[in-house]
C-alpha cells in the first residue's frame, strides 16, 4: 500500500532498526517508539489491517515468527516473559508487538 510506512519498511525503503527476522513474507524489527526496551514489532510483508484478515498459512508464519523472536528477546533483555498484543491501530498495516517483561514489572503496555 502506497503511503504504509510498515509496507515502506518491507520494501526496505526505510532503514530498520536491529531486525530478528526477515524472510520474505515475514520481518521482525524494533519500534522505533520503544516503550521499554527491547519492544519489537512483527509484520508480514504483505498488506492487511486486521490480523483475522491475513490468510491462513500467513499467520501461522506470522505466529511461528512471533514465538521464535519472543525467545531471543527473553534472552537478550534478560527478561521473565514476552508479552505479545496485537491491536491494529496506529498504523493500518497488521503488526504484532513483543515486549520483553519482568513479573515484577508493574507498567500496563
Ligand atoms: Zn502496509
Same mark, same amino acid.
Given at each position: 500500500?502506497?503511503?504504509? *510506512?510498515?509496507?515502506? *519498511? ?8 536491529? *531486525?530478528h527476522h526477515? @524472510? $520474505?513474507? *515475514?520481518?521482525s524489527? %524494533? @519500534? ?8 519489537? %514489532? ?23 515468527a ?11 533483555? $534478560? ?8 491491536? $491494529?491501530? $496506529? ?17 500496563? %503496555?
Amino acid at each position: 500500500m502506497e503511503d504504509c *510506512i510498515f509496507c515502506k *519498511i518491507a520494501a526496505g525503503e526505510v532503514p530498520k532498526r536491529k *531486525i530478528h527476522h526477515e @524472510d $520474505g513474507e *515475514i520481518v521482525s524489527f %524494533l @519500534d522505533l517508539d520503544q516503550r521499554i526496551p527491547g519492544h519489537t %514489532l512483527v509484520i508480514p510483508t504483505s498488506h492487511h489491517r486486521w490480523f483475522y484478515d491475513i490468510p491462513d498459512e500467513l499467520s501461522n508464519k506470522l505466529y511461528r515468527a512471533a514465538r521464535v523472536v519472543a525467545q531471543e528477546l527473553k534472552k537478550e533483555y $534478560g527478561a521473565d516473559y514476552v508479552q505479545l498484543s496485537i491491536v $491494529g491501530e $496506529g498504523v493500518a498495516h497488521v503488526h504484532v508487538h513483543l515486549l520483553p517483561r519482568k513479573l515484577s514489572d508493574s507498567v500496563s %503496555l
